[in-house]
């Protein structure tokens, strides 16, 4: 079984379409991530989730909507879809502990976002 | 704001060799550290942690870290490398109450045969 799902591994649209990406984590984990990859391999989180609160909102155009419906579901919804939202987008999951979860993060196999 | 740095685009060791990719942080208070690795057209793969204890960590693969806290470094290393070690690696994170990992921009490892 895969640990954490990504559906579709491959996204190409059209310029101003709106798209979403789905997510889910069967290891029981209670905190879940998105990240960005751009073409230069260069990584940068996105949104994070914890028991469905939203916990980490980075610098992300508001066109991008997570949506949570349980801890083990991440959504990405994007609005007008731009040609620099081209990128690969990564699910991620972690169990935390306290206030500072040491788990390490279990890495979903990318979705490839082509916007033409 | 946690950083990493990763002063390495590309590494390139025969196969056999020993091998060290370099890292560098930055945060406040104590760091999580973790490496992790990527193949072409994959999700990454978690090689490595260090949280407390032992500065050298043992993970996967047979690769290892050592921690120096007053370099802040956390470099990985490897004995002797195999041409399937070929991909990009990764430094990253988790300090100053962040949930979030902040990685380095990536080391590609070339194993020539």
């Known amino acids: 079984d895969t640990a954490v799902s990504q559906t579709p591994k491959y996204l190409v649209t059209q310029m101003g379409n709106d798209k979403s990406i789905k997510c889910e984590q069967n290891?029981?984990?209670?905190?879940m991530y998105w990240y960005k990859q751009d073409s230069k391999k260069f990584l940068k989180i996105m949104f994070s989730y914890n028991n469905k609160e939203l916990i980490i909102n980075e610098t992300v155009p508001n066109r991008f909507s997570p949506k949570s419906p349980d801890k083990a579901h991440l959504n990405l919804h994007i609005n007008s879809l731009e040609l620099g939202d081209s990128a690969v987008y990564f699910c991620?999951?972690?169990?935390?502990?306290?206030?500072?979860?040491?788990?390490?993060?279990?890495f979903g196999e990318g979705s490839r976002l082509t916007v033409l | 704001a946690q950083s990493v740095a990763q002063p390495e685009d590309q590494v390139n060791v025969a196969e056999g060799n020993p091998l060290t990719v370099k890292c560098t942080y930055s945060v406040s208070g104590n760091p999580y550290l973790f490496w992790y690795v990527q193949y072409p057209n994959r999700g990454l793969q978690f090689l490595l942690k260090y949280i407390t204890g032992d500065n050298l960590v043992k993970g996967s693969y047979g690769f290892e870290a050592e921690f120096n806290k007053s370099q802040t470094s956390f470099h990985l290393k490897k004995p002797s490398v195999l041409v399937s070690d070929s991909a990009l690696y990764f430094c990253a994170v988790r300090g100053g109450g962040a949930d979030g990992l902040t990685f380095g921009k990536g080391t590609h490892l070339i194993i020539q045969p």
């Open positions: 290891l029981g984990h209670d905190t």
């Open positions: 991620a999951s972690s169990q935390s502990t306290g206030t500072r979860g040491t788990g390490e993060l279990f």
